[in-house]
Structure formats: structure tokens, C-alpha cells
């Protein structure tokens, strides 16, 4: 079965510090990692999405670092804000292929 | 904006009961999905349609089945709730238009099964 693992399950980070969460994947037939963000109550929504053929792509606070070789990408959150408090999943995808296969998340809180 | 609006937020049935979670997409999508998501566990894939009457089996299919009988509205039915079926389901679409078409969430219904 397709997976894509994710770490940590939980993050508590201090306001405008750095948030990392890491995910790793063993399907190199996966060519679109896209990341979404949740917020309570809400359903997840799009926040960034990298091709293989990037090693890094940055949106504001918002970057993700991809590690072809290693099968490993990672978001990281500079200055993180409590707005910024939400559960985040990172995903994969195979192009033409509808199916996402989605990490377990990370609950990130963002303290003042 | 697309929007994807599910017909409940919070559902509680009895075991044995049959259940309907409808989802209804206005932006003429072509795929629709239904997840479960549960803590540590993410969102799961039970089923998926690319077209009207098509269907395709997830990652967790026992104990589900779908509809689709017009483009904008999938159902997941729940043929005999059973308790380890509670959980917050979420229903997506996307286009279809291309490999890297973003999936639309509804805002989930929480389902408990007494």
C-alpha cells in the first residue's frame, strides 16, 4: 500500500519561531506533494504544493523542501503565528491519477 | 470559490441503523471523494467517483457504499452503522482537469454511532 509517513503527530512552537514538520514517501511513481492545512471545524484546504523537480518552494512563511534522493519533503513555518494553529497533512499524488494518498497530520500549536 | 457543502454536521444513529452522508460540489467537478479521519490516523480514502455512476474503492471500503447519480452530489451510505464507524467523514471534488488539480473539502460531518 501506498504511504506516506509523517512527524512529528504534535508540535507546540513559540510564537515566531520555526515550525518543521517532516514526511517521507516510498512511491517514486508520486510526482505532485501537495500540503493542507485544517483548521477546527473546517475541512482541509490547500496551503502549498512542490513537484519533484524543485528542491524548495517558498509562498510568504510557507516552505517546502523536497529531498528527491532521500524521499523526504518537509514544510517548515518561519515566524510562526497562533494563527497559524491548525493540523497540517502532507499528501502525494501520481500525475493523472486522482487518488491522494495523505500523511497522518501534525497538530501544530502556536503559543504566544 | 468552489464550495462543498455536506448535509450534516453532527449525525448520531444506533447500531444496525442505516446512514446517509450526502455531499453536494457546485463547480461542476468531475471526481468526488469520501474520507474518514481519525486522530493519528489521518484522512483515509473509503471511496471515489470519476464520473456519474462510476465508482471506485478506496482504501477502506468494508462496510461503505456510494452513489452518485447526478455530477454534483455523492452519497456515502453506511449500510449497518456499527460503533467502530464513528468518526468525522469528509467529502472532496476536484476538477480532473489535470495531474495537479487541488481537492475541495466540506467542513465534515461528525458521525457517532451509539
Known amino acids: 500500500q501506498q504511504q506516506v509517513k509523517q512527524s512529528p503527530q504534535s508540535l507546540i512552537v513559540q510564537k515566531g519561531g520555526i515550525s518543521i514538520i517532516n514526511c517521507a514517501y516510498e512511491?517514486?511513481?508520486?510526482?505532485?506533494f501537495p500540503w493542507y492545512q485544517q483548521f477546527p471545524g473546517k475541512g482541509p484546504a490547500l496551503l502549498i504544493a512542490?513537484?519533484?523537480?524543485?528542491s524548495e518552494k517558498k509562498e510568504g512563511r510557507f516552505t517546502i523542501s523536497f529531498n528527491k534522493s532521500a524521499k523526504q519533503f518537509s514544510l517548515h513555518i518561519m515566524d510562526s503565528q497562533p494563527g497559524d494553529s491548525a493540523t497540517y497533512f502532507c499528501a502525494a499524488k501520481t500525475g493523472g491519477y486522482q487518488k491522494v494518498t495523505f500523511g497522518t497530520g501534525t497538530k501544530l500549536q502556536v503559543i504566544p | 470559490d468552489v464550495k462543498v457543502t455536506q448535509s450534516s454536521r453532527y449525525l448520531v444513529k444506533r447500531t444496525g441503523e442505516k446512514v446517509f452522508l450526502e455531499c453536494v460540489q457546485d463547480m461542476d467537478h468531475e471526481n468526488m471523494f469520501w474520507y474518514r479521519q481519525d486522530p493519528g490516523l489521518g484522512l483515509r480514502l473509503i471511496y471515489f467517483s470519476y464520473d456519474v455512476k462510476m465508482k471506485e474503492k478506496g482504501d477502506i471500503p468494508e462496510g461503505y457504499s456510494v452513489s452518485r447519480e447526478k455530477k454534483e452530489r455523492f452519497s456515502l451510505i453506511l449500510e449497518s452503522a456499527s460503533t467502530n464507524q464513528t468518526s468525522m467523514y469528509l467529502c472532496?471534488?476536484?476538477?480532473?482537469?489535470?495531474?495537479?488539480?487541488?481537492?475541495?473539502f466540506g467542513p465534515g460531518t461528525r458521525l457517532t454511532v451509539l
Open positions: 512511491n517514486t511513481a508520486f510526482d505532485y
Open positions: 472532496a471534488s476536484t476538477s480532473g482537469a489535470g495531474g495537479r488539480d487541488t481537492q475541495y
Open positions: 512542490i513537484r519533484p523537480d524543485v
